[in-house]
Nanobody, 118 residues
Framework: VQLQAFGGGLVQAGGSLRLSCAAS????????MGWFRQAPGKEREFVAH????????YYADSVKGRFTISRDNNKNTVYLQMNSLKPEDTAVYYC????????????WGQGTQVTVSS
C-alpha cells in the first residue's frame, strides 16, 4: 500500500484546509485509517482515526470540534477537514493505514506541511 498525502499549505489562524490521503497498490477499504502530525522539535502525535466504513471516528482532544476525518472507499481516499486552525496546528501531517485495527499502523504516507500563521 502506498499513501500519498496532499493539500497542506500556508493559512492564517482561523482559516481552513482540507488534507487528502490517496491510497494505491491495494484497496484500504477494510483498514482503519489515521492522521498524525509532527511539529518541529516534537514527537509525532495522533490526530484522528476512522473505522473501515467510516462509522466510528476518534480525535485527539486538541483537535476535537475543529477537525473532521472522513473517507471515500470508492476513491480509496481519506480526508481531514481542518477548521479554526491555530498556530499550534503547524506540523507535517501524515496519513497512515492500520490493517489489523490494532493501533499499529503499518503503512505511512510521506507527509504534507501545514503552516498556520498568527
Amino acid at each position: 500500500v502506498q499513501l500519498q498525502a496532499f493539500g497542506g499549505g500556508l493559512v492564517q489562524a482561523g482559516g481552513s484546509l482540507r488534507l487528502s490521503c490517496a491510497a494505491s497498490g491495494r484497496t484500504v477499504s477494510s483498514y482503519r485509517m489515521g492522521w498524525f502530525r509532527q511539529a518541529p522539535g516534537k514527537e509525532r502525535e495522533f490526530v484522528a482515526h476512522i473505522s473501515w466504513n467510516g462509522g466510528r471516528t476518534y480525535y485527539a482532544d486538541s483537535v476535537k470540534g475543529r477537525f473532521t476525518i472522513s473517507r471515500d472507499n470508492n476513491k480509496n481516499t481519506v480526508y481531514l477537514q481542518m477548521n479554526s486552525l491555530k498556530p499550534e496546528d503547524t506540523a507535517v501531517y501524515y496519513c497512515a493505514a492500520d490493517e489489523t485495527w490494532s493501533g499499529n499502523y503499518n503503512y505511512w504516507g510521506q507527509g504534507t506541511q501545514v503552516t498556520v500563521s498568527s
